[in-house]
C-alpha cells in the first residue's frame, strides 16, 4: 500500500460565481489564467479581490473557473485576521458559514456564506484509491516526513477521474509541519 503522493499547500483563495464575476470586474469580464494548479482544468488567476470582515480584510487570489457558489478558504490565521470563527468543512459545503464582503475593481458583493477553513484531503483517481485500498469520502492518516515530521489525522480521500494525485493542506498546516518545497505524504494506519 506504500505509495507517496505530493503534499500541496493551498493558501487563501476565493471562488467565484459568473454572477460575481460580473459585479466585481464589470459586465463581460472573465477570470485570466495566471498559472495551471495540479488539478486539471483548475488554475490561479491573474484577478484579485479583497475580502472584507468584521474586523479587518485580506487580498486574495480567484481560483478559476467559476463555480455554482461563492466561497471563500481561509486558514485560522487568515479568520482571526478578519475576525471570523469559520469551521472546517470540505470545499463545496457552505451552508451555515460565515459570510463576508467582495470587493473589485467595479463593485462589491456581500455573500451570507462562504467561508471555511478546508478539511485536509487527497484528491485521487479511482485507480490511485484503488492501488492505496482506499475508497471516496473515507478519512485517513498521512504521513510527511519534513524537518518536523507530523502525522494529519482526519484527512478525507476523494476520488474521481477528473483528479490528480495530491495532499492539499492549508498554510497554517504547512508551517506546523515545516512542509516547505517538494514533500511527499504516505498513508499510514
Same mark, same amino acid.
Given at each position: 500500500?506504500?505509495?507517496?503522493?505530493?503534499?500541496?499547500?493551498?493558501?487563501?483563495?476565493?471562488?467565484?460565481?459568473?454572477?460575481?464575476?460580473?459585479?466585481?470586474?464589470?459586465?463581460?469580464?472573465?477570470?485570466?489564467?495566471?498559472?495551471?494548479?495540479?488539478?486539471?482544468?483548475?488554475?490561479?488567476?491573474?484577478?484579485?479581490?479583497?475580502?472584507?470582515?468584521?474586523?479587518?480584510?485580506?487580498?486574495?487570489?480567484?481560483?478559476?473557473?467559476?463555480?455554482?457558489?461563492?466561497?471563500?478558504?481561509?486558514?485560522?490565521?487568515?479568520?482571526?485576521?478578519?475576525?471570523?470563527?469559520?469551521?472546517?468543512r470540505e470545499s463545496g459545503d457552505v451552508a451555515g458559514t460565515p459570510g463576508v464582503k467582495l470587493v473589485g475593481p467595479c463593485g462589491e458583493v456581500e455573500i451570507s456564506e462562504g467561508v471555511m477553513v478546508a478539511k485536509r484531503h487527497i484528491h485521487m483517481t479511482p485507480e490511485?484509491?484503488?492501488?492505496?485500498?482506499?475508497?471516496?469520502?473515507?478519512? @485517513?492518516?498521512?504521513?510527511?516526513?519534513?524537518?518536523?515530521?507530523?502525522?494529519?489525522?482526519?484527512?478525507?480521500?476523494?476520488?474521481?477521474?477528473?483528479?490528480?494525485?495530491?495532499?492539499?493542506?492549508?498554510?497554517?498546516?504547512?508551517?506546523?509541519?515545516?512542509?516547505?518545497?517538494?514533500?511527499?505524504?504516505?498513508? @499510514?494506519?
Amino acid at each position: 500500500m506504500a505509495k507517496n503522493f505530493i503534499v500541496e499547500t493551498s493558501a487563501r483563495h476565493a471562488h467565484i460565481t459568473d454572477a460575481t464575476l460580473k459585479i466585481l470586474f464589470g459586465e463581460g469580464a472573465t477570470l485570466t489564467n495566471k498559472k495551471d494548479l495540479s488539478q486539471p482544468g483548475q488554475y490561479a488567476c491573474e484577478e484579485k479581490i479583497e475580502v472584507v470582515g468584521p474586523k479587518g480584510s485580506i487580498k486574495m487570489s480567484i481560483l478559476g473557473p467559476t463555480r455554482p457558489a461563492d466561497q471563500v478558504e481561509v486558514s485560522f490565521t487568515d479568520a482571526r485576521a478578519l475576525g471570523l470563527t469559520p469551521p472546517v468543512r470540505e470545499s463545496g459545503d457552505v451552508a451555515g458559514t460565515p459570510g463576508v464582503k467582495l470587493v473589485g475593481p467595479c463593485g462589491e458583493v456581500e455573500i451570507s456564506e462562504g467561508v471555511m477553513v478546508a478539511k485536509r484531503h487527497i484528491h485521487m483517481t479511482p485507480e490511485d484509491a484503488a492501488e492505496l485500498g482506499v475508497a471516496d469520502k473515507q478519512i @485517513v492518516k498521512v504521513a510527511l516526513n519534513t524537518a518536523r515530521p507530523l502525522v494529519f489525522d482526519d484527512v478525507v480521500v476523494r476520488v474521481s477521474p477528473k483528479f490528480a494525485l495530491a495532499m492539499h493542506i492549508d498554510t497554517d498546516e504547512c508551517n506546523a509541519a515545516c512542509a516547505f518545497g517538494t514533500v511527499y505524504g504516505e498513508i @499510514v494506519k
